[in-house]
């Protein structure tokens, strides 16, 4: 997300992070393992940072169907 709305949120709980990308659990706390994208601590929640996961599914190569 480049400029986010005023009131848009910059993150959320992974929950939110799976629905709005369709990521399982797995792929999500493999790419934060990884560093690939960022995440803050508030207390025990945890809130992923959207636009890293906007960088993240930008960055993997275009689809090729296969000929």
């Given at each position: 997300m480049a400029n986010p709305a005023p009131n848009s949120p910059t993150h959320g709980p992974p929950n939110a992070v799976m629905q709005r990308y369709s990521i399982g659990r797995t792929k999500l706390y493999e790419l934060l393992k990884d560093r690939r994208i960022r995440a803050k601590k508030l207390g025990?929640?945890?809130l992923i940072e959207f636009?890293?996961?906007d960088?993240?599914?930008a960055d993997?190569?275009?689809y090729q169907?296969?000929?």
């Open positions: 025990a929640k945890t636009a890293s996961v960088a993240y599914l993997l190569p275009d169907a296969a000929a």
